[in-house]
Nanobody, 119 residues
């Protein structure tokens, strides 16, 4: 199983980025998909999740209203649209898959993609 993130990079304060997470060896339609982020020396923190079947989405308070998580199960890919980026959003962003369905028996992580926001 591989989760491969892409789309990170350097953006100015107030700018936008769209992260993608492409899965291989895993059919994401059975999994809750999420994004987490981590700064050096800090705990990995939850950013957003979209449940299997896209029935619901959840966001951390710090990104609510600015970030949007979506999924395309036909492409086996999940996205994170990040708007109005702030310097405090800079981190390594990780894709997460948990499931299948309501189970938490399996969990997978990507290798991460760096997001840098210049002030």
């Amino acid at each position: 199983v591989q989760l491969i993130e892409s789309g990170g990079g350097l953006v100015q304060n107030g700018g936008s980025l769209r992260l993608s997470c492409a899965a291989s060896g895993l059919e994401i339609n059975a999994f809750n998909m999420g994004w987490f982020r981590q700064l050096p020396g800090k705990e990995r923190e939850f950013v957003a999740q979209i449940t299997f079947g896209a029935r619901s989405t959840n966001y951390s308070d710090s990104v609510k209203g600015r970030f949007t998580i979506s999924r395309d199960d036909t492409e086996n890919t999940v996205f994170l649209q990040m708007n109005s980026l702030k310097p405090e959003d800079a981190a390594v962003y990780y894709c997460n898959a948990e499931g299948p369905f309501l189970s938490t028996a399996s969990e997978y992580w990507g290798q991460g993609t760096q997001v840098t926001v210049s002030s």
